[in-house]
């Protein structure tokens, strides 16, 4: 096992991109589900009796399949991260998907950015810079 730690590549620039590039997708693609989950026959949908009409509408909405589309897609370059480095190092960068979040929300969403939110948002950054240090 030792052995198979010792040839593991570097990190470099591309696997920083590949970190980011998962976060990134993970973050549109809670932006691009909150606007299928908000659509109108969606929630029209959910709030009748019926679970079918509800599971059809949500399945069918292209919004939620594009951001499943994405999720996915994050999950596959995130498997490509796994494969190259220490998932102790990789996953504090997912924190930053809430500040990516946070942000698309309030450019694209037009979503509120209280103090709280901020400062909040701002200590889980300061937690990633600080993991990424060591």
Same mark, same amino acid.
């Given at each position: 096992?030792?052995?198979?730690?010792?040839?593991? $590549?570097? %990190?470099?620039?591309?696997?920083?991109?590949?970190?980011?590039?998962? &976060?990134?997708?993970?973050? *549109?693609?809670? *932006?691009?589900?909150?606007?299928? %989950? /908000?659509? !109108? /026959? &969606?929630?029209?949908? %959910?709030? /009748?009796?019926?679970?079918?009409?509800?599971?059809?509408?949500?399945?069918?909405? &292209?919004?939620?399949?594009?951001?499943?589309?994405?999720?996915? !897609?994050?999950?596959?370059?995130?498997?490509? +991260?796994?494969?190259?480095?220490? &998932?102790?190092?990789?996953? $504090?960068?997912?924190?930053?998907?809430? +500040?990516?979040? %946070?942000?698309? !929300?309030?450019?694209?969403?037009?979503?509120?950015?209280?103090?709280?939110? *901020?400062?909040?948002?701002?200590?889980? !950054?300061?937690?990633?810079?600080?993991?990424?240090?060591?």
């Amino acid at each position: 096992m030792a052995k198979l730690m010792k040839d593991k $590549p570097k %990190m470099n620039q591309y696997l920083i991109l590949l970190i980011l590039c998962s &976060v990134l997708l993970s973050s *549109i693609a809670q *932006i691009v589900l909150k606007t299928g %989950m /908000s659509n !109108a /026959s &969606v929630l029209q949908a %959910m709030q /009748s009796q019926s679970a079918m009409q509800a599971f059809t509408a949500i399945a069918t909405n &292209v919004y939620v399949l594009g951001g499943l589309t994405l999720y996915f !897609a994050s999950a596959a370059v995130w498997l490509l +991260v796994l494969a190259r480095v220490d &998932v102790s190092f990789a996953y $504090p960068f997912v924190g930053l998907g809430f +500040v990516v979040t %946070m942000l698309l !929300a309030f450019f694209i969403n037009g979503e509120v950015l209280s103090t709280t939110k *901020i400062v909040g948002t701002l200590c889980i !950054a300061l937690g990633v810079a600080i993991m990424a240090q060591g």
